[in-house]
């Protein structure tokens, strides 16, 4: 069973920085796509940004601001988070695809205001 572990949420200013990190644990196969959701309140969940194959890419609200990526030895995705405005404050999932079969994190919450 695929477990995975995210961290890196929290609190910050308009303008601020956060990292969020992915673990995946337990019976990896092949890793196809890594990525991250989010999930604002009273909103349908979206994609954020992906990363399979050395292929990325993202949503375009934060393009520029946002990078992904992927360290395979450690099952492990990142999403570095720059320039955080308000409207990115969100419950922030982390989905992985192994052997065509999704899984999610339990999600991290990132809040954004001054």
């Known amino acids: 069973q695929v477990q995975l572990v995210e961290s890196g949420g929290g609190w910050v200013q308009p303008g601020g920085s956060l990292q969020l990190s992915c673990v995946a644990s337990?019976?990896?196969?092949?890793?196809?796509?890594m990525g991250w959701y989010r999930q604002a309140p009273d909103k349908q969940r979206e994609l954020v940004a992906i990363?399979?194959?050395?292929?990325?890419s993202y949503r375009d609200s934060v393009k520029g601001r946002f990078t992904i990526s992927r360290h395979y030895v450690r099952n492990t995705v990142y999403l570095q988070m720059n320039s955080l405005k308000p409207e990115d404050t969100a419950v922030y999932y982390c989905h992985v695809t192994v052997s065509n079969t999704e899984y999610w994190g339990q999600g991290t919450r990132v809040t954004v205001s001054s």
């Open positions: 990363t399979n194959g050395g292929t990325t």
């Open positions: 337990g019976g990896i196969g092949r890793i196809d796509a």
